[in-house]
């Protein structure tokens, strides 16, 4: 079989984990067929921007164990990426049939496209465009995302690097915090637009001992910001630094987010949010008056490989194999998934789940993991996440840097 690999969507410190488990996977399973690579998903897929990935990971046709491992701990996307939507092929078909063109032309028996919640609903698409018109490609999703929120599976590879580089965040800001005898304020605004796993994980903080973060809000419940000034105000006069967490997507108790630029809006339908953490220190300067600071975390958060979890990483390749399994199988319209079995000790099995069960939906905190005040996570929020943040995985160095891999574009 001839297959074609793509990535899509936000960065992760493990989504190149996963293409290295499917080319080593490909290679090992159809020795004589070819593996190419998409750049910039879906959309660079359209424009033809194709390489040959089994001449640069496979010389000679057997897989380059160093090459694919420095591949495995480089972070962000090795194809790069894109936002790109797909229509519905009922209303437009073009996007479909130019895709399909390029898959006969070169042969291609299976795709797999590695994202998170957008991607798997392209993957939804083109297998049901697939059904509709007979067409014999199998098609497979292979998770991602930091925002932890795909359904179908128990946590989304990246996020478990994400989420220590979050916990390692906010433990730093904390030390630095604590070292003046002056009243303060520290907010720190992490990523997560309607599920608020990521801002939980700053939870793991406190595992040294540490009180911080004092105050953790998450998306899914409404944002009251008279009791978050009162709130703020009493960890202030109890603890004279406070730390507070809060998620990007703060709602307030009519659901419209606090903080949205409704003027822009993604192909995805996806609204702008922006400044959320700015907001609050306005607000607690102005309404309270100590000193106050905002930290927005951004970008860094998505693609911290120097705070990569080996747990994570191991995954990430592990679904990236299964999903070539899956194909292997004759599955299609399938996301390759994770079940964790035990939390002590740690163990997950690997399955498969109908990717229209997953396409378009959103997982959000089990509200039972918050606790009755609304500002923290419960005991089973941080026994859940803790597996996760462990390992340290071998980057190679060179000249005092990580030696990540880049492809010449």
Same mark, same amino acid.
């Given at each position: 079989?001839?297959?074609?690999?793509?990535?899509?969507?936000?960065?992760?410190?493990?989504?190149?984990?996963?293409?290295?488990?499917?080319?080593?996977?490909?290679?090992?399973?159809?020795?004589?067929?070819?593996? #190419?690579?998409?750049?910039?998903?879906?959309?660079?897929?359209?424009?033809?921007?194709?390489? $040959? !990935?089994?001449?640069? #990971?496979?010389?000679?046709?057997?897989?380059? %164990?160093?090459?694919?491992?420095?591949? %495995?701990?480089?972070?962000?996307?090795?194809?790069?990426?894109?936002?790109?939507?797909?229509? =519905?092929?009922?209303?437009?078909?073009?996007?479909? %049939?130019?895709?399909?063109?390029?898959?006969?032309?070169?042969?291609?028996?299976?795709?797999?496209?590695?994202?998170?919640?957008?991607?798997? $609903?392209?993957?939804?698409?083109?297998?049901?465009?697939?059904?509709?018109?007979?067409?014999?490609?199998?098609?497979?999703?292979?998770?991602? @995302?930091?925002?932890?929120?795909?359904?179908? /599976? $128990?946590?989304?590879?990246?996020?478990?690097?994400?989420?220590?580089? &979050?916990? @390692?965040?906010?433990?730093?800001?904390?030390?630095?915090?604590?070292?003046? !005898?002056?009243?303060?304020?520290?907010?720190?605004? /992490?990523?997560?637009?309607?599920?608020?796993?990521?801002?939980?994980?700053?939870?793991?903080?406190?595992?040294?001992?540490?009180?911080?973060?004092?105050?953790?809000?998450?998306?899914?419940?409404?944002?009251?910001?008279?009791?978050?000034?009162?709130?703020?105000?009493?960890?202030?006069?109890?603890?004279?630094? &406070?730390?507070?967490?809060?998620?990007?997507? !703060?709602? $307030?108790?009519?659901?419209?987010?606090? !903080?949205?630029?409704?003027?822009?809006?993604?192909?995805?339908?996806?609204?702008?949010?922006?400044? +959320?953490?700015?907001?609050?220190?306005?607000?607690?300067? =102005?309404?309270?008056?100590?000193?106050?600071?905002?930290?927005?975390? =951004?970008?860094?958060?998505?693609?911290?490989?120097?705070?990569?979890?080996?747990?994570?990483?191991?995954?990430?390749?592990?679904?990236?194999?299964?999903?070539?399994?899956?194909?292997?199988?004759?599955?299609?319209?399938?996301?390759?998934?994770?079940?964790?079995?035990?939390?002590?000790?740690?163990?997950?099995?690997?399955?498969?789940?109908?990717?229209?069960? &997953?396409?378009?939906? &959103?997982? +959000?905190?089990?509200?039972?993991?918050? @606790?009755?005040? %609304?500002?923290?996570?419960?005991?089973?929020? /941080?026994?859940?996440?803790?597996?996760? /943040?462990?390992?340290?995985?071998?980057?190679?160095?060179?000249?005092?840097?990580?030696?990540?891999?880049?492809?010449?574009?």
């Amino acid at each position: 079989m001839n297959i074609l690999v793509a990535q899509s969507g936000g960065p992760t410190a493990a989504i190149n984990a996963s293409l290295a488990g499917v080319i080593s996977r490909a290679a090992e399973e159809w020795p004589d067929g070819r593996i #190419f690579g998409g750049c910039n998903g879906i959309q660079g897929i359209l424009e033809e921007h194709i390489v $040959d !990935l089994k001449e640069t #990971f496979c010389p000679g046709g057997k897989p380059d %164990e160093t090459l694919l491992h420095r591949l %495995e701990v480089t972070p962000a996307m090795y194809l790069g990426s894109c936002r790109y939507r797909m229509k =519905n092929f009922e209303e437009d078909p073009s996007d479909y %049939e130019v895709f399909f063109g390029i898959v006969e032309k070169l042969g291609i028996d299976a795709f797999f496209y590695i994202g998170g919640n957008d991607s798997m $609903d392209t993957v939804q698409m083109i297998g049901d465009y697939a059904q509709a018109h007979d067409k014999p490609l199998r098609v497979v999703g292979v998770p991602k @995302t930091i925002d932890n929120d795909l359904m179908g /599976i $128990d946590h989304t590879p990246g996020f478990g690097s994400a989420a220590r580089f &979050v916990a @390692t965040e906010v433990r730093e800001i904390a030390l630095d915090t604590d070292i003046y !005898l002056n009243d303060s304020v520290v907010i720190i605004e /992490i990523m997560g637009r309607d599920a608020g796993w990521l801002t939980a994980a700053s939870a793991l903080a406190r595992m040294d001992g540490s009180t911080a973060p004092h105050l953790i809000y998450l998306p899914e419940l409404g944002f009251d910001i008279d009791d978050f000034l009162r709130k703020v105000k009493a960890r202030l006069f109890r603890y004279h630094h &406070v730390v507070v967490c809060v998620s990007e997507g !703060l709602k $307030d108790v009519n659901g419209d987010y606090l !903080l949205a630029d409704r003027s822009r809006v993604d192909k995805f339908g996806h609204t702008a949010l922006a400044g +959320t953490g700015g907001y609050l220190r306005d607000q607690v300067v =102005n309404r309270i008056g100590c000193k106050v600071r905002c930290v927005e975390l =951004n970008v860094a958060q998505r693609a911290a490989g120097h705070c990569a979890s080996g747990t994570d990483l191991q995954e990430s390749r592990r679904l990236g194999s299964e999903a070539v399994g899956l194909a292997a199988a004759g599955k299609t319209s399938v996301m390759a998934t994770l079940t964790r079995t035990s939390d002590d000790p740690y163990t997950v099995t690997y399955s498969s789940v109908d990717v229209h069960e &997953v396409a378009d939906r &959103v997982k +959000t905190v089990p509200l039972s993991w918050i @606790t009755p005040d %609304e500002t923290d996570v419960t005991e089973e929020m /941080i026994r859940y996440l803790q597996p996760l /943040i462990q390992g340290d995985p071998q980057t190679p160095v060179k000249d005092g840097l990580p030696d990540y891999l880049r492809m010449q574009k």
